[in-house]
Each structure stands twice: as structure tokens, then as C-alpha cells.
């Protein structure tokens, strides 16, 4: 039986970084919701454990991008079937383009993860059934160079948590707690 706050603190962060770090973690593909009422599958890249920050990769003209921007809401939600717990992270989102954490995140970046960059921007409207991409980049593994372009469309989404809400499901009883991670302090709550 969970009874520690503090458990429950270095619980959500293992599981942030796990699923940072891990393609097998629950926590590796999380929803992110926007203000806007929408919502979608992210790759969670990395999880700064001293300042509670989650890293993503994205499109800059994909609409969450504006929707965000420098401040706005987010919401990153996960469910581990297997440990039966539920992770609502909550926080302010901003985009960096051309910072120093964008460029590491690029350059980081296999040649393959850049190539998505290169296309269309999630979105745009096409005749026919499309990947986005140029015809010369379909099926290839293409070079640093052919790449290069992709560069002026990535973009990083970086979201400062303010609470994460744990919840997790027991025969023996449910358990459910808030941890407000600016006031560094946890409370239990009716799940
Ligand atoms: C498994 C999976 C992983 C994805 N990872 C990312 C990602 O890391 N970054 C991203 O911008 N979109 C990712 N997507 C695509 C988004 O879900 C979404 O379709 C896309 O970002 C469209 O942009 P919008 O949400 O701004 O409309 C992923 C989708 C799936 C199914």
C-alpha cells in the first residue's frame, strides 16, 4: 500500500524519465492537450528532474505551435496499463526554434528523425493520399546534407510542470495525490 508523499514525488520522476529515455515506458508516448481543445500522441524526448521540464521534437507550422507559443497551457497525459497508473502532468508550454536547446536537439537527431522535417507542414491539404515529403526523400535514409533544409522547421516544445495528478488503480484501494511541484509538496486527494 502507497502511503509516502514523498514516494509519490520520486515515483512521477523515475516514470518522466524512464519515459524520456525508454521506447518500451507508457510514459514514452504521452497525450498532449492544448487550450484549443485538442489533443495528440507526442514522443516525450526528455525530463530535466531539477526543473521539472518535459523536452519534445515538433513541427514550428504544425497548429499546436501557435496555439502555445510563448505561454500557453498544457496538458501531457499518460496511462501505464501494467503498473495501472494514470499521470496527468500539468504546465506551461513555450516553443524555441533557434536556441541553444533547439539546436542540441537537432543535432541529436538521427537523419532519418530530420527528414519529417523537410515536407509539408502537418496540416497542409493535399489532392491525393500523401506523406508530405518531396518525391526524392520517399523511402531513402538521406544525408546530413539533404537534410539541412529541415533545420528552419523544427522546433522544441519545452513544458514547465506546475502539478502532476497520480492516480493509481489497487483492489485493495485506489490512491490518488497532486504533487504541486512549485511548492515542492504533495496532497492526497478522493480518487
Ligand atoms: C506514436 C506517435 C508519435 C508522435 N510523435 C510526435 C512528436 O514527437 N512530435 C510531434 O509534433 N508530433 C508527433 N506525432 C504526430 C502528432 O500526434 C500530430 O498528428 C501532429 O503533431 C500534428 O500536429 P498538431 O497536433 O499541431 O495538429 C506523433 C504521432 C504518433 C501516433
Not at 135 to 156: C, K, L, M, N, S
Request: charged share 25%.
Amino acid at each position: 500500500m502507497i502511503e509516502d508523499l514523498d514516494f509519490i514525488r520520486e515515483d512521477i520522476a523515475s516514470r518522466l524519465a524512464e519515459g524520456a529515455n525508454s521506447r518500451h515506458s507508457a510514459f514514452h508516448t504521452p497525450v498532449v492537450a492544448t487550450a484549443d481543445a485538442d489533443a495528440r500522441v507526442m514522443v516525450l524526448r526528455g525530463f530535466d528532474a531539477d526543473s521539472w521540464t518535459l523536452l519534445f521534437h515538433t513541427d514550428a507550422r504544425s497548429p499546436k505551435v501557435a496555439v502555445i507559443g510563448e505561454g500557453g497551457p498544457v496538458g501531457v497525459l499518460s496511462y501505464d496499463r501494467k503498473a495501472k497508473l494514470q499521470m496527468r502532468c500539468r504546465g506551461t508550454g513555450r516553443i524555441e526554434r533557434d536556441t541553444p536547446l533547439a539546436d542540441a536537439a537537432w543535432e541529436e537527431s538521427t537523419t532519418f528523425a530530420r527528414r519529417c522535417y523537410l515536407g509539408e507542414g502537418p496540416g497542409t491539404v493535399s489532392d491525393q493520399p500523401t506523406s508530405g515529403l518531396p518525391d526524392w526523400a520517399e523511402g531513402i535514409q538521406p544525408t546530413p546534407e539533404q537534410v539541412a533544409p529541415a533545420r528552419d522547421h523544427f522546433a522544441i516544445l519545452l513544458v514547465q510542470l506546475e502539478s502532476v495528478d497520480w492516480l493509481h488503480l489497487a483492489n485493495a484501494g485506489h490512491r490518488r495525490a497532486v504533487w504541486d511541484v512549485a511548492a515542492g509538496e504533495g496532497r492526497w486527494i478522493a480518487p
